[in-house]
């Protein structure tokens, strides 16, 4: 699946908990608290989360996960979890 697809579809309950459950634990229950700490549904985190990188990520996180993304076998997937990760870390500067 194609970035643009997957984030199209990530406020779909089914592919938003696919996704989680491919993350670390702790980064999936640190998604969870966010979601529940904002009352949202966790697809809805997760899709404003990715969405909101998309519209404010700066050109160096851009690189940065380019470069990470470039060497991966679901490139898409990848890039997904990756921003996911930044989203619940002091790593990420937009969201």
Known sequence: MMLGELIARLQQPDIAAGVLTTLEPEIAARIE???AAES????????????EFVDRADDDLWFQLLTIVREAGDPSLTAVR???QWVVT???SPA
């Open 33 to 35: 608290r966010r979601a």
């Open 40 to 51: 949202m549904a966790v697809a809805d985190f997760i899709a404003g989360a990715v969405r």
């Open 82 to 84: 990756t921003i996911l």
């Open 90 to 92: 002091d790593r990420r």
